[in-house]
């Protein structure tokens, strides 16, 4: 069930325009491969004629890594705040991050674009990536993961003259290595499908992601469809290499 739709949508990228709309969607290969897979990673699409699709791929690859950078890193700090501070109502204010999941991300979108808009961020890559860097989620996973860290290791730490940023990019990083590779893994993911916000922050064409040009050439076409194949591409292989490091810091988090 899962597969069925990957053939077909990969089956129907391989046939021509016309074939696609007289007679739809296809299950067997057809004769365009080369020249329908040319044309999406290459022939200019927009008003401009300057964007393809392998400038979306890499304007993709660009949004995830920093989404996903960001938002480990930034979950990672919080987590150690919240674990190794003595922060005021620390339980409350985790508490409250824990109600934010139950949100949904557009909810937020129109008072977060007025926010970007007022600090001239739109159309830039800053305006895109900076408002979705704070995660609820990965601020969860590692707080329950460093509960689980001894306390020898800060109090060994603070007796060998090591300060906070010393003791968790020298300890606590490379020990929680499996946690954020498992969150990295899911958060890159989750940057690359990301449509909705960055539709809504950048209409530069020169800045538009894969996901956004299946839009941009017509998800119907062949060009559309081949896009689509080529965005499954990074993920399913980034899952399929990571698997066995994405199972591990899921389960224990631990070398």
């Known amino acids: 069930m899962m597969i069925v739709p990957v053939v077909v949508l990969f089956s129907s990228s391989t046939h021509s325009g016309a074939v696609l709309a007289n007679e739809g969607p296809q299950l067997l290969l057809g004769g365009r491969f080369l020249e329908t897979y040319s044309a999406a990673l290459f022939e200019g699409r927009g008003f401009s004629q300057e964007v393809n699709g392998l ?9 995830a890594g920093a989404f996903a950078a960001g ?3 930034v979950s990672m700090l919080a987590a ?5 501070f003595r922060v005021r109502f620390a339980s409350f204010l985790f508490m409250g991050l824990l109600v934010s999941l139950m949100l949904p991300l557009e909810s937020r979108f129109l008072a977060v ?3 970007v808009a007022t600090l001239d961020l739109v159309n830039t890559g800053a305006g895109v990536v ?3 860097m704070a995660s609820a989620l990965g601020v969860f996973f590692f707080r329950q993961f460093l509960q689980t860290v001894p306390q020898e290791l800060s109090e060994a730490a603070r007796i060998d003259g090591a300060g906070p940023l010393r003791f968790f990019f020298g300890i606590l990083l490379p020990a929680s290595s499996p946690m954020v590779s498992a969150l990295f893994l899911v958060l890159f993911v989750q940057g690359w499908n ?3 916000w960055p539709q809504m922050v950048n209409s530069n064409e020169t800045r538009i992601t894969l996901v956004q040009g299946m839009a941009l050439v017509g998800r119907q076409s062949p060009a559309g469809f081949a896009l689509a194949v080529l965005a499954l591409l990074p993920p399913v292989l980034l899952v399929l290499l990571c698997q066995r490091s994405f199972v591990k810091g899921l389960t224990d988090g631990r070398q």
């Open 80 to 84: 150690f705040a919240l674990v190794y």
């Open 113 to 115: 674009y007025d926010v």
């Open 130 to 132: 900076l408002p979705l």
């Open 55 to 63: 400038r979306m791929m890499l304007n993709s690859l660009l949004l």
């Open 71 to 73: 938002k480990t890193l």
């Open 194 to 196: 990301q449509y909705l």
